[in-house]
């Protein structure tokens, strides 16, 4: 596996030159520290989807479990979440129809928001048909994400964790020609299969990739970051915050010295601008149901990021901690609880068992 100093240093291929430029944001209504060591991207990061150099914000929002909510439960806090993500600069949303009622919960809020900068709506097909090639399903689910996001063009729709990708690729490409979609994508966050993930890039037939990939989790750097920055395809990086793990990993723990040097207030910019660094990284989509845990996130899109020896730095600093390289093992958003449509299917089958 490639170090994390060596895999910054890989081709980008034209992407470098145009990190961190800007681009004029459209709107939708529903009707410093310097040096050596930090590297600047200028004020609120924006990297280029290569395929045709549209600009997006580097910080995200991701919506697994922390958007999904029970049928006529509140959602104000949501709401201030998406106020939080407009205010600080966020575009990119993603969603997907397996993620309960998360994409009811983004469809009915930005219509409430009104007028926002126009988002980015990334969101996921998971299809395998009543038989082989069978395209109803698929046909069936875009159009129920359209009614459910109340989006006539969704902006990049992904096969979500490589399911029926044979089939669901070529549609997605038509579906791209149509004018339904924008953006062709591909995901998966387990490492078994990011071999298959990095196979699929060098086709050529996907725009952008989504991957696991954090300052724990690197397995994204051996074959999926290197194929993406050598065919020119967007990397949106999923669980960079490990789903609550690497807050519970430093529970208690103050920033070390060095990160304050860098402008990093909180252990959510720190993670956040350790994955960001890779040059290979177009966004990263940390979920978030709190609005103060919202304005920490977002924090990650202003001020230098670190270099490859700071990079490095901080890693290590991790690796000293107990319970590092165990992580992967411990449950997804520890001391935190959901009570959306998955929670509750969870406690349903559990009671059976």
Known sequence: MKTVGNALTMSRRGLLKSAGAS?????????????????AVGSGHKRAIPQTGEHVPAVGLGTFMTF???PGARRAQLQDVLQHFFAAGGRVIDTSPLYGSAEV?????LCALGEVPAPFIANKLWSTGEYLWDESHAARSLQQSRLRLWRDQIDLLQCHSLVNVDVVIPLLNAWKREGRIRYVGVTHHEPPY???LADRIQTGEVDCVQVHYSIQMIAAEERVLPAAADHGVAVFVNMPLEKARLHKLVQGRSLP?????LGIESWSEYFLKWVLAHPAVTAVLPSTSNPEHMVENMAALQGPLPDAELRKRM??????LP????LQS???YPDKSYSGLIAQSQRAIRSRL
């Open 23 to 39: 681009m004029g944001l459209g709107f939708l209504s529903c009707a410093g520290v310097t040096g050596s060591r930090a590297r």
């Open 68 to 70: 999904d909510t029970l």
């Open 105 to 109: 919960s983004v469809g009915d809020l």
């Open 194 to 196: 990011f071999g298959p």
């Open 257 to 261: 010295d060095f990160a304050r040097e």
């Open 315 to 320: 890693r290590t600093h991790l690796q000293s």
């Open 323 to 326: 319970g590092f390289d165990t």
């Open 330 to 332: 411990m449950p997804w």
